[in-house]
C-alpha cells in the first residue's frame, strides 16, 4: 500500500471590504506614508469594521468558497482547525462557532494559538489526521482579526496588522503530493517582547487593565524583528538542507507577511530569486495566522501541480518553522 500523504486540494480566502491606508493613519497617529511602507513594505490593510463580527464571521466565507469549488456537502467535513489569537469568545472554541454556521454537523474541531505561526502549526497537525487515515477531509482555517487588538494609538504596531482568513482542504494523496516535511519550534522566553499584557489568567480583565489600555497588542519591535530575520532564515535554509535541494528546486517561497526586510532576508537565506516569493503585504498588512492561506489563494492560478513550496513564519511567543510541500492540482 502507498503511503498516504496529506494534500491540499482547495483554497479559501477572504478580506474585509474596508481598507485602512497609510494616508488614514497619517490622521490617527504620528506617521507618514513613506515611513510605513521603507520599513514595513505595507500601503494598507482590511478591517472588520460591522459591529458584532468577529473573527469566524471571516472565516465562513473563506471556507464556503472551498465547498463551492470541490462541490462539497459541509458535511461531508470530518474536523476543522482554526488559528487564530483573536478567538470570537475565550470558549466556545472558534472552530466550533464556524462549523455551526457552515451547518458541518459531523466536523469536531478545536482553535489552534501560536500567533503569526498558527496556520503552520494547524497544517501539520491536520496532515497528521489525514495520515492516521482516520479522517479524510480535514479543513485548515488562519484568520485574525487584528483591529481588535491593536491601539489605534500606538503608532509602532497599529501600522502593521489587518484582518482577513485564508482556509485550505486537506485529503489523502497516495501519489507523494501535499505536505512532505515540517520543522517547527518554539521558544517561551520570547513571550517578553510580543504579548498582551491582560486578559488571561495571570491578569483577569478588571477596570485598572482596561484604563491603563493592556489589552492589546504590545511589541518590543527591534528584539522581535532580530529574533524573526534569524528564526525564519535559518529554518528555512536547514528545511531545504535536510531534503536536499536548493534554492533552484522551490517554486515558490511562502512567507509570513510581517515585514518585507524578513520576507527579503528569508529568501536571499535560501538562494531563491525575489519571482518566486509571494508577497502580498503591502494590501493585507499583517493579518497574523491568516498571511500563508492569503497567500496560496491570491496565487492560485500560477501554482501548478508538482511545485515544491516552502510556507516559512515566525510568531510571538516566539514560534517558528517551515513546511516543505508539493503543490497538488493546477491552480487553473
Not at 17 to 36: P, S
Not at 267 to 272: F, V
Not at 291 to 302: A, G, I, R, S, V
Amino acid at each position: 500500500m502507498s503511503k498516504i500523504t496529506a494534500a491540499i486540494t482547495a483554497v479559501g480566502g477572504y478580506v474585509p471590504e474596508t481598507k485602512l491606508t497609510n494616508f488614514d493613519l497619517e490622521k490617527m497617529v504620528d506617521t507618514n506614508d513613506e515611513w510605513i511602507r521603507s520599513r514595513t513594505g505595507i500601503s494598507e490593510r482590511r478591517i472588520l469594521k460591522e459591529p458584532g463580527k468577529g473573527s469566524s464571521d471571516m472565516a465562513v466565507p473563506a471556507i464556503e468558497e472551498i465547498l463551492r469549488k470541490k462541490n462539497l456537502d459541509p458535511k461531508e467535513i470530518d474536523c476543522i482547525i482554526c488559528a487564530t489569537v483573536t478567538p470570537d469568545m475565550v470558549f466556545p472554541a472558534t472552530a466550533n462557532i464556524i462549523a455551526d454556521k457552515i451547518g458541518a454537523t459531523n466536523a469536531w474541531g478545536y482553535d489552534l494559538s501560536a500567533a503569526c505561526s498558527g496556520f503552520l502549526f494547524a497544517l501539520s497537525s491536520g496532515a497528521m489526521y489525514i495520515e492516521s487515515g482516520r479522517f479524510k477531509k480535514v479543513i485548515v482555517v488562519g484568520v485574525d482579526k487584528m483591529s481588535a487588538i491593536v491601539d489605534y494609538t500606538d503608532r509602532t504596531t497599529c501600522i502593521i496588522f489587518g484582518d482577513g482568513a485564508g482556509a485550505v482542504l486537506l485529503e489523502a494523496s497516495e501519489d507523494g503530493l501535499g505536505i512532505q516535511d515540517s520543522i517547527l519550534k518554539s521558544d517561551g522566553s520570547g513571550r517578553h517582547y510580543l504579548h498582551m499584557k491582560a486578559g488571561g489568567s495571570v491578569k483577569p480583565a478588571t477596570a485598572e487593565t482596561v484604563a491603563a489600555r493592556e489589552h492589546f497588542a504590545y511589541q518590543e519591535g527591534q528584539a522581535v524583528f532580530k529574533f524573526a530575520v534569524k528564526g525564519m532564515a535559518d529554518v528555512s535554509a536547514e528545511l531545504l538542507e535536510r531534503n536536499n535541494l536548493t534554492g533552484e528546486d522551490i517554486a515558490w517561497l511562502v512567507p509570513h507577511q510581517a515585514n518585507l526586510r524578513i520576507i527579503d532576508a528569508t529568501a536571499n537565506r535560501m538562494g531563491l530569486d525575489k519571482e518566486k516569493v509571494m508577497i502580498n503585504i503591502q494590501k493585507y498588512g499583517n493579518t497574523t495566522a491568516a498571511t500563508l492561506p492569503l497567500c496560496l489563494w491570491d496565487w492560485e492560478n500560477k501554482l501548478k501541480k508538482g511545485d515544491k513550496i516552502v510556507l516559512a513564519a515566525f510568531g510571538g511567543g516566539f514560534t517558528w518553522g517551515a513546511t516543505l510541500l508539493t503543490w497538488a492540482y493546477e491552480g487553473k
